[in-house]
Each structure stands twice: as structure tokens, then as C-alpha cells.
């Protein structure tokens, strides 16, 4: 493939719902511009972008992949990014490499959740949006309630630009509204232009007047044209429409059929001049190494500066960096620093990626996606620049993980293999985090939902062969007195030569701390001062441990004030010990009570789930403490919860919202736990002993 500047290369992130044809679409445009030879079908596990093995498996797409098309000299990167909300984390590196976000939307089915979010994240990010409804062909598809959808939930900026013509049932004629052309399919998929526009009677001028609405919000000019009633002339509504898809005021509305390629010419003629090319929106704003904000310009006559959007980790292959190239040039003979470690990384090949499919390439232009192999140090998100020019340039802002599994291998011995596994697959996805508990002694893994969490689990055995299971992470409760003890802790023990002697009285009482408070009150030397720190060891070493289910001990103030020694016999291990039999003896005596953990819950909501929400709340024994106003007519449920209650919240929120709301969850303090919750974590505990 040759080299293409800036100017005429376009970096297209497909996203939207999943289930709407993000591949297929993609696969067709592959097919037409004749960089496959055959169109990809997700049914038959043969495109080029659903290549993974867990894709394929699965028969949907988890994984973010590139594919360069060439049409009318100009080179379209396309960016296939999943649509399930599990793996959304593709989405965001799909959009960082990206001018446009190209929203697929089902002709059937309409907006969607998926629709939502992927025009929400793609205004954040600031991209150009295109939308592109899909399944015209579909005996259920319905086109024009979908486009009535698409204005009224992202408003009068929606512009068709594209139409099918509807006759018994079937769209095979589909109407270029900027072009005032019409194209007829036949049953292979060929257009041939019609010189008469087919009888769509009131529809069709609707069409029209929707154009010159959206053209006329481009400028105050048109704008006033608009109002005065004047007919605006072709150049206008082209050059109008132009302007506004590429300053983000315009959001074209396109339409075909992946399975049929109905439509997918015209779609493909059409964005080549209307979309943002890399030289029009592919400069960004970095910050230098003084924190000072700096202007890098798409320009590969500039100081090199790429991003590293995406990294596949192999373990035979190695790893594979994706990046895109904002300034400058990235070739074997570029220098280029990693801005995070501080290193020159080593260059000894640049490839173009197709899919799984690789190609040497000479060099990767401004504006331009490519990928570097074995870049052992570099990870998603690292800029890469030109030791004459440092700077750093945005990362990735990734969704938090919030559902959380323990792991456990099926084979004993291999809890290394799988931490090792866990650390390659999050530096593919870093939306997977794990981490040892030092409490429980688990190995937790959070992620986006189940089906992440178990496309994790068949990786680690396709990729490194360990097998593991997932189960419900252990809670880390506490335990504590609400009531106080005056106690003796007495070691004796003779055995021939010198014996064992260590006697202390201690009192026991509740305080406010994390753990143990000691403190000495012996008078008259009944215990000598060298054994204190033994007596405070036993103590702390003791509190580890509690009666009731064998959970740390907090709270507790611990006064040693009398005891006796013997010249001899005594130690610091018997005054150890001695201190582990009053703690044993006088902690069941002071009111022993188990404390769990409560956490502090800010769930984001749409308006009409807040009673559901704040039913769940109240159903998994937590409090509700306020509610305020969000962004977009969300609602903010602010609340606290036993930690205990929340291993499935993020299924019960997905579900309920629709996938529309978020949460955040974070340890707040330790409370009682109520009798009969306390009763069956002391059972459990005794179970798992037994």
C-alpha cells in the first residue's frame, strides 16, 4: 500500500450498538474497495476483523481492529471498536486514534443504548459523527422511523444525506439528497444511476427542507437565506454540509445494507470529501516537559509524535504495539523516546495492519495508523516522540472495571502462571485489573461484567494454558469488643533444665483504632521492662486473628498493669506466650462482636430508575443519604451499603438502566454486622475450619 498524506487520509472508529453491523459494514466497505477478495460473514467466522479466536467462538466483536481501505486516492483507516458494554474499553482506544466516529445504527431496531454512548463518548472526545443505518434491506427494517428517532434524540443537527426508496417492501433504489441523484441494485449488488428520482410525493421535500434546516445552522448567512424563504443553490447545500459535518455542527445520516453492499458505494464516494481528513482535525494539543501546553500540528515534515492506542500481547508472538502518528514519521531509522519510561525505544520494524494480517512498510506518515512489534516496554497510552522534541500527548481515558471475581487455578502450584497470564492480558485490555488481597489471600479480578471476566478465563487457557475458575471474592470483615475484661495470661512450663515462666494480668477495653492500642501501667517491677515488647508481640501477632470467625481484631485497648517473673524461667517467649492466653481468655469475655465493611455508592441514573434504584439500595440493607442532579437529566443516588450486598450490582445496574447508568463504590468505614448476618459468616468460618 502506498504512502498517503495527510490530507487525504481518513481514520473512521466504528461504533454504536452492538448487534447493528459494525463489522459487517466495515467488511463490506473491505470487499468493495478490493482489499478482500470476499465479504466477510460473522455467521461463517471469516472477516477480517472479527479474527480473534474468542470472536470467532463467539460470533461477535471483543476486540478493537484496523483495516486500511484505498478509495479515490484517498486511504480510510477503518477502526471496527466492540459494541457490547463489556469490552467498551475499545471503543475509547478506537476513538483515540480517530477524526470520526461512524455510528451504526440498526434499521430495524433504531437508537439504542449502545447509539447513546457511542455519541456520547464520541462529543467528549470531540470527533466528527457520521451515522450509518444498516439493514435497509431487512423485510423489518424501518428506515424513516429510525432517521425520526435519530433527530429526536440528538436533535436537528441530523442530516440525511442518503435515502432509500421503499417500493413493495424492498430498498433497492437509494437517493443521494446532496447529489439529487438516484442509484438503482440489482440482485449483485451493482448501482446504476436513474435519471428520474422515484415518486416519494411529501417525504421527499421533508427530506430537503431537513437539509436546509441542518445547512442553514452552518452560518448566519445561510441562516438568514433560511428564514427568507430563498431556495439555496447546490454549492450552498454541498459546501454547507461540508462545513458543518467537518466543524462537528452536522451529523450525516447515510444507509445501506452490509449483507447485500446496497448503499456502501455511494456511503464510500461520499465521505471521501465530506468527512475530516487527518489534516483537518488530526492535530492536537500536547504538553511538553515542563507541563506547558504545545501545539503539535498534523505535519510530516514535523518533530515525530505517535500514540500508542491499542497493544495485542502474544505470548509466542510477542507483543504488537497499534499507533497513530500525529506529527512527523515513525520508521526504523525514526529515534523515538518512550515519554513515560524515559528510554529511546528500539525500532526494528514498521508494519500496516489488516486485521491479522501484517505488512512491512517503509515508513508511517502524520495522520497515518500503524503498528511496531516487540516493543517489550512500551504499553497502551505512551507517547512516542523525537528526542528533539519531547512531549506528551493525551492517553486513554478507560472505563473503571466494576465487576470483581476471585480466581482460583484448577490445579494447585499455578497461582504464578495465572499472575503471570493476568499481566499480558492487561496489557492488552486495561480494563482488567487484578490484585492479591492480603487480607482474604485472594487473587481478585475486576473487569466490565461477566462476559468479560470469562473471555479473561478462556484466554488464560488458549493463550498460557491455565485453567481457572471464578468465584464470589471473600469479604473482609473485622472483629472487635463492645464490653471490657480483666484477665490473667499464665505460661508455665518445666521440662527438665531451665523452664518457661511468664504471667501477666491485663484489662481489655474497647477504644477508636485500627487495631491494637497497648499500654502499660505496671507499677513496683512486678513485670521487668525487658518483657514489654514481648507482651505487646503476643498481643499484636494475637489480634490477627479474632473468636468469633478468626477475622482481624480492632479496637481494642490492651493494659498490661500487673503480672509476675521468675529470675530464671523467664523469657520473651513465655511473655509472649503468656500475653496470647489473656488475649485468648479475656476477648470472649468483653462482648466480642463482628464488624463488616460498608462501602459509599454514588450511582449515576436516568430520572425514571431512581425508585428502582433506591428499592435495590434499601434491599441489600443499605441507606439512602441523597439524590442530586446530573449531567443529561441524570440523577446521582448517593448511599451507603454493606459490602457484602454488592458482588452482583453491576448485573442489577446494567439491567435496570439499560446499560445507561454508572457507579462508583468505595470502602467508607466498618459497622456492626447485624445478628443474623454475623451468625452466618461465624457458621461459614467454622464450616471452612471443619
Known amino acids: 500500500m502506498k504512502q498517503y498524506d495527510p490530507k487525504h487520509i481518513l481514520n473512521f472508529a466504528m461504533a454504536g450498538h452492538s448487534g447493528a453491523g459494525k463489522t459487517s459494514v466495515a467488511e463490506a466497505m473491505l470487499y468493495l474497495s478490493k482489499a478482500s477478495d470476499r465479504l466477510g460473514k460473522i455467521a461463517d467466522g471469516n472477516t477480517q476483523l472479527d479474527f480473534d479466536a474468542e470472536e470467532i467462538r463467539r460470533k461477535v466483536s471483543i476486540v478493537t481492529a484496523v483495516a486500511p481501505v484505498e478509495w479515490k486516492n484517498t486511504k480510510i483507516n477503518i477502526i471496527d471498536t466492540p459494541g457490547l458494554f463489556d469490552f467498551e474499553g475499545g471503543v475509547f482506544e478506537g476513538y483515540r486514534a480517530a477524526e470520526t466516529a461512524v455510528i451504526v445504527v440498526s434499521a430495524k431496531d433504531g437508537v439504542n443504548v449502545g447509539t447513546e454512548k457511542a455519541v456520547k463518548a464520541a462529543d467528549k472526545e470531540g470527533l466528527t459523527k457520521i451515522f450509518f443505518v444498516n439493514g435497509v434491506c431487512d423485510e423489518d427494517a424501518r428506515f424513516y422511523r429510525v432517521l425520526e428517532d435519530l433527530k429526536a434524540t440528538f436533535g436537528p443537527s441530523v442530516c440525511p444525506v442518503i435515502v432509500p426508496h421503499i417500493e413493495n417492501g424492498q430498498a433497492n433504489t437509494y437517493i443521494n439528497l446532496l447529489e439529487y441523484k438516484a442509484y438503482k441494485y440489482d440482485n449483485k449488488g451493482n448501482a446504476t444511476p436513474t435519471a428520474i428520482i422515484p415518486e416519494m410525493g411529501d417525504r421527499f421535500e421533508g427530506l430537503r427542507e431537513a437539509i436546509k434546516e441542518a445547512v442553514a445552522e452552518t452560518s448566519e448567512e445561510l441562516m438568514e437565506k433560511f428564514f427568507m424563504e430563498e431556495e439555496f443553490t447546490p454549492e450552498e447545500i454541498i459546501t454547507g454540509v461540508s462545513q458543518g459535518v467537518k466543524d462537528g455542527s452536522l451529523c450525516p445520516v447515510f444507509c445501506g445494507d452490509a449483507a447485500t453492499t446496497f448503499g456502501i458505494e455511494q456511503f464510500l464516494n461520499t465521505i471521501t470529501w465530506l468527512a475530516p481528513t487527518a489534516a483537518d482535525k488530526g492535530s492536537e494539543t500536547a ?39 500525529v506529527s512527523g514519521k515513525v520508521s526504523t531509522d525514526t529515534p523515538l523516546v518512550n515519554m513515560r519510561t524515559g528510554n529511546q525505544e528500539r525500532i526494528t520494524k514498521v508494519l500496516t495492519v489488516r486485521g491479522k494480517k501484517q505488512e512491512d512498510a517503509a515508513a508511517i506518515l502524520a495522520g497515518d495508523i500503524g503498528a511496531i512489534p516487540k516493543l517489550t516496554a512500551a504499553n497502551t497510552g505512551d507517547t512516542l516522540c523525537s528526542p528533539t522534541r519531547k512531549v506528551i500527548l493525551d492517553g486513554i481515558d478507560y472505563p473503571a472495571p466494576s465487576f470483581t471475581m476471585a480466581v482460583y487455578p484448577k490445579k494447585k502450584g499455578e497461582e504464578d502462571k495465572v499472575a503471570q497470564g493476568l499481566a499480558r492480558l492487561v496489557e492488552e485490555d486495561p480494563t482488567i485489573q487484578y490484585k492479591n488481597d492480603p487480607e482474604t489471600k485472594e487473587l481478585v479480578m475486576s473487569g466490565m461484567g461477566e462476559q ?56 481489655f477495653e474497647p477504644c477508636d483504632s485500627d487495631g491494637l492500642e497497648f499500654d502499660i501501667a505496671v507499677v513496683g517491677g512486678s513485670v521487668p521492662k525487658q518483657f514489654f515488647p514481648a507482651v505487646e508481640k503476643g498481643l ?62 454514588k450511582a449515576t441514573v436516568p430520572d425514571a430508575n431512581m425508585g428502582d434504584i433506591m428499592g435495590e439500595v434499601n434491599k441489600r440493607r443499605g441507606r439512602v443519604l441523597g439524590m442530586n442532579a446530573g449531567e443529561d437529566g441524570m440523577q446521582i443516588v448517593e448511599a451507603e451499603v454493606p459490602m457484602a450486598e454488592m458482588a452482583d450490582f453491576s448485573v442489577f445496574m446494567r439491567q435496570c438502566t439499560q446499560g445507561r447508568g454508572s457507579y462508583s463504590f468505595e470502602f467508607e468505614r466498618y459497622e456492626d454486622a447485624p445478628a443474623q448476618v454475623a451468625q452466618k459468616v461465624i457458621e461459614a468460618a467454622k464450616a471452612d475450619i471443619d
Open 452 to 507: 468479560h471476566l470469562d473471555v479473561v478465563v478462556s484466554k488464560l487457557k488458549s493463550k498460557f494454558n491455565v485453567e481457572v475458575e471464578l468465584k464470589q471474592p471473600k469479604v473482609a470483615y473485622r472483629e472487635t469488643i463492645r464490653g471490657k475484661s480483666d484477665v490473667e495470661g499464665k505460661h508455665k512450663k518445666q521440662s527438665g533444665g531451665s523452664g518457661q515462666y511468664g504471667d501477666v494480668w491485663i484489662k
Open 287 to 325: 504538553v511538553d516537559v515542563n507541563g506547558d501546553p504545545v501545539e503539535i500540528a498534523c505535519n510530516e515534515q514535523g518533530a515525530t509524535a505517535a500514540i500508542i492506542f491499542k497493544t495485542v500481547a502474544d505470548p509466542f508472538v510477542g507483543k504488537l504495539s497499534y499507533f497513530k502518528v
Open 540 to 601: 499484636r501477632d494475637s489480634i490477627k486473628h479474632g473468636p468469633l470467625a478468626g477475622y482481624p481484631v480492632v479496637g481494642v485497648k490492651a493494659t498490661l498493669y500487673d503480672g509476675k517473673y521468675h529470675p530464671v524461667d523467664s523469657n520473651e517467649m513465655a511473655f509472649k506466650t503468656a500475653a496470647q492466653l489473656a488475649f485468648k481468655a479475656g476477648i470472649p469475655q468483653a462482648k466480642p462482636a463482628l464488624l463488616e465493611p460498608v462501602g459509599s455508592l
